[in-house]
């Protein structure tokens, strides 16, 4: 074994220093008095790459040695955010790097927000995968996150007067300090051509050959994470495409300089940019292109690793775990099957005994428009052999339902992998359900949900398939290193178990009935109010009162997610206070931030109606303190780190049944603030956690929503029947809050009143009703304050490490090496 290179102890700030000074000068190629801040952030964070490096090559080995069985979670999504602090703080190198950098006339502070955020996903399923890849790291799974390396990521919001305006996301500009290219490590990808039967016998009927008619290289490149204390540091690897061939030399030669070099371009298409879609939209070729270009690279990378180390693939499930996080990497199904079957040569029924055994596949969504189905005819041009394979497991399985006595065409219609309704259509929920051997949902509800909806006839035909797995979140970044003033307070409290094990911070139960450490929690909230007061300050020029209530609703704009409902009750309010001002009013500052996809007029509308409803409260004397808007721009990871630690009410109010889960909740319990929310996704299980004390619920429940659908719904009469909506509904239509263009929302509003698919008329007068409670509760700050730390000390169960260990356990089938 070749000994590793000795760093530095984590105490030792000297040699901290001189480790970033040589960087500085030898790997950034800067002296000292040229060097920009910029500089200074990469030469330190090639510090702590290299202590990254050395634990990384040690859990490596430690799998290997120990014959651990790997887990590789294919995510389309990987929102990682900033590495810095993640690292500095798991590696506990956090306060060596502050003094180094201090006594080098740098702040740490101030370097790690020049840090671009890596946001490579959409939203909670993109972050959930991170959350994972650092959990799986600190409970000791071998965990490998396989995905796209996008030279874009998702948009750059900006406002032109309350629009939204998308631009480009250029994270790499400056390079990735993170990351190590591995130009040796490169598959190839084929796309096109023809199945064909090779030759034979004809004893063989499923021998085929693919012929693609054109191939494009994926290159990989990776990231260590680490673990909690570097225990474990696991792999990101992400994949880039390039050209087979670089460039054209004939074409160039007869002068056709672009000609020579479109090979590159049209591969290089295919990492060049992340889906900025959260749910809908679909039908384009290059997501289909990119699906399998990554999932079949790290096929093809697992495979070579497992008989690195095995003598065959017959050991494969008992070895690695493939999780497909969503439908998005389904196509493993068909590409496992044909990389065993066509270029392995293994019979067709063992291939599905290792191909069932190894996948299993994580549901995200019940929304059916957002369920992905590709046209068979696309499958079939850009993967031919794949079409082929979907066809015979389909048959297959026709063919045993009926041999099961199933004849029912309608349930046959449920269960089939290609849908023969809607002009022939490969359903990849149906090919990713039958393909693994669990799949699971990922909050209590949602899983009960999938049984009863989407996947019916699926389950009652395989009952044990379905199983539940409530998403969770990384306490070291959602407590920790984005909360260090309420992190420091609960290990003074309780001591630091919490951070490697957060259902240990129930010790800070007791501490709710103590006035002074409530005092000091609120002093902190405090704090951070004030913190973030500076950054609405700093972005929007508006002074918020750090003294009012820190009303929140951070996430990707969505009907179903009902930002509108909340801006017009904002409205409503705005207008009730206006009538009385000198009422007891609570003060608050309504919160907003998220991106809406770019071609989702509606939610762009909404984005548009907060900014403008903002616009007209924020400057009415009137209203003054005692209510203010703000949109922040650009929402982000690191924007969410600085807005959640300072929130006081957390905004989860989606239309029940709708949200799977929902992520950003628990990270508002975890921080002390209480959630107002319908009973939907996780927040079913926040509720029993916290307490119904502890928590504001209203509203329609799932089977109300859908009750009150299939009776047809008639908002108008609701309308009429409230007062302060029809009042509120009738101003934003009449261009109160757009004199400049008074006609600008009728029809988002004349599509409210015509078809309220979302319910945000009938949640109305409750979420009102319960927002004035909110308001009363909120005077009593010491009670609040009392409940915040009961939030804060019940949101234990809400640790990402949880949920992979529960992973761990009922899919995987592997008993992580850390921890309980
Ligand atoms: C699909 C096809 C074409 C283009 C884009 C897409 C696409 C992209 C992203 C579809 C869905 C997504 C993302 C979905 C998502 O983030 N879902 C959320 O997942 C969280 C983690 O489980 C849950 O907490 C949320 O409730 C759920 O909305």
Redesign the pocket.
């Known amino acids: 074994m070749t000994p590793l290179p000795e760093l530095p102890a984590a105490s030792d700030a000297a040699r901290f220093k001189d480790a970033i000074l040589a960087k500085l000068t030898l790997t950034v190629g800067k002296d000292l008095a040229h060097a920009t801040k910029r500089d200074w952030l990469i030469a330190t964070a090639y510090v702590v790459r290299d202590h990254l490096a050395l634990h990384w090559m040690e859990s490596t080995r430690r799998i290997y040695d120990g014959e651990e069985k790997r887990v590789y979670y294919l995510s389309?999504?990987f929102l990682i955010g900033r590495l810095l602090t993640d690292a500095l703080s798991n590696l506990e190198l956090y306060e060596t790097c502050d003094a180094a950098l201090a006594e080098l006339g740098q702040s740490l502070d101030e370097l790690k927000e020049l840090e671009p955020d890596a946001a490579l996903?959409?939203?909670?399923?993109?972050?959930?995968a991170a959350c994972f890849l650092e959990s799986m790291g600190s409970v000791g799974v071998a965990g490998f996150g396989y995905g796209i390396r996008y030279d874009h990521g998702l948009f750059r919001q900006a406002f032109d007067d309350g629009v939204q305006i998308e631009m480009p996301d250029d994270w790499l500009t400056f390079g990735n300090p993170w990351e190590f290219e591995r130009a040796e490590v490169a598959y190839e990808i084929g796309y096109g051509g023809v199945a064909a039967s090779d030759g034979g016998d004809g004893s063989e009927p499923r021998r085929r050959v693919w012929r693609p008619a054109r191939r494009v290289l994926a290159v990989a490149y990776d990231t260590p994470i680490a673990g909690w204390r570097g225990e474990r540091v696991n792999t990101l690897r992400l994949w880039s495409a390039r050209a087979a061939d670089p460039m054209r030399l004939d074409t160039f030669n007869r002068g056709d300089y672009l000609g020579a070099l479109a090979d590159e371009a049209d591969a290089r298409s295919i990492s060049s940019v992340l889906?900025p879609?959260?749910?809908?939209?679909?039908g384009?070729e290059l997501?289909v292109r990119q699906e399998y270009f990554f999932v079949s690279a790290s096929l093809q990378d697992l495979i070579r690793r497992h008989l690195d180390q095995y003598p065959d693939l017959a050991n494969l499930p008992e070895k690695a775990a493939i999780q497909l996080n969503?439908?998005?990497p389904a196509l493993a199904v068909p590409e496992l099957m044909r990389l065993l079957v066509d270029e392995r040569e293994l019979a067709w029924e063992e291939a599905w005994r290792i191909t069932q055994g190894c996948i299993a596949y994580?549901n995200?969504?019940l929304m059916p428009e957002?369920l992905?189905s590709w046209p068979v005819a696309l499958i079939e041009r850009l993967l031919p052999r794949h079409m082929e394979i979907i066809s015979l497991l389909h048959a297959e399985q026709m063919q045993a339902l009926k041999a099961d006595g199933i004849k029912d065409a309608a349930v046959l219609d449920d269960l089939a992998l290609i849908d023969q309704a809607n002009g022939r259509r490969v359903r990849m929920g149906h090919v990713a359900f039958f393909g693994s051997h669990r799949v699971n949902g990922?909050?209590a509800l949602?899983s009960e949900l999938l049984k009863e909806t989407v996947f019916k006839a699926l389950h009652q035909r395989y009952p044990e398939r379905i199983v539940n797995e409530t998403?969770g979140i990384t306490p070291r970044r959602w407590l920790k290193q984005c909360n260090p003033r309420l992190a420091t307070l609960v290990t003074e409290a309780i001591g630091d178990r919490w951070i490697g094990d957060l259902e240990h911070i129930e010790a800070l139960a007791p501490f709710a009935e103590d006035s002074a450490f409530r005092e000091r929690f609120a002093a902190i909230k405090r704090a951070n109010k004030e913190a973030l007061a500076g950054v609405i300050e700093e972005i929007l020029g508006l002074r918020v009162d750090p003294a009012a209530m820190f009303d929140v609703q951070i996430k990707?704009i969505h009907e179903y997610k009902r930002q509108f409902l909340n801006i017009l009750e904002a409205a409503a309010l705005a207008a009730e206070i206006r009538a009385r001002p000198n009422a007891d009013w609570t003060p608050r500052v309504k919160i907003f931030g998220g991106k809406a996809a770019a071609s989702y007029h509606v939610a762009k509308a909404i984005i548009k109606l907060i900014n403008d409803v903002a616009r007209t409260i924020n400057s009415d004397p009137v209203i003054g303190d005692r209510l203010k808007i703000v949109f922040l721009p650009n929402y982000r990871v690191s924007l969410a780190e600085k807005i959640i630690p300072a929130a006081d009410l957390s905004e989860q109010i989606?239309t029940a049944g709708m949200?799977?889960?929902?992520?950003g909740n628990m990270k508002f319990a975890l921080n002390g603030a209480l959630t107002i929310g319908t009973l939907d996704?996780?927040n079913v299980e926040i509720k029993e956690r916290v307490g119904d004390d502890n928590i504001f619920i209203f509203g329609l429940e799932a089977d109300e929503v859908l009750q009150s659908r299939r009776k047809g719904y008639d908002a108008k009469a609701v309308i009429a029947r409230t007062p302060a909506l029809k009042q509120t509904l009738e101003e934003i239509r009449r261009g109160v809050f757009s004199p400049d263009d008074p006609g600008r929302f009728k029809p988002l509003i004349d599509g409210l009143i015509d078809h309220d698919y979302f319910m945000v008329t009938a949640d109305f007068a409750a979420y009102a009703e319960t927002q004035r409670v909110v308001d009363r509760d909120f005077h009593d700050a010491d009670d609040w304050t009392r409940r915040a730390v009961l939030n804060t000390a019940n949101a234990g169960w809400f640790s990402s490490d949880r949920t992979i260990r529960g992973y761990a356990r009922d899919i995987w089938g592997i008993e992580p090496v850390q921890g309980s």
């Open positions: 389309m999504e996903g959409n939203g909670g399923l993109g972050r959930l889906y879609d959260d749910s809908t939209e679909k384009q997501r969503d439908t998005h994580t995200h969504t957002a992905e990922v909050s949602h998403n990707r989606s949200e799977a889960s929902g992520t996704g996780a």
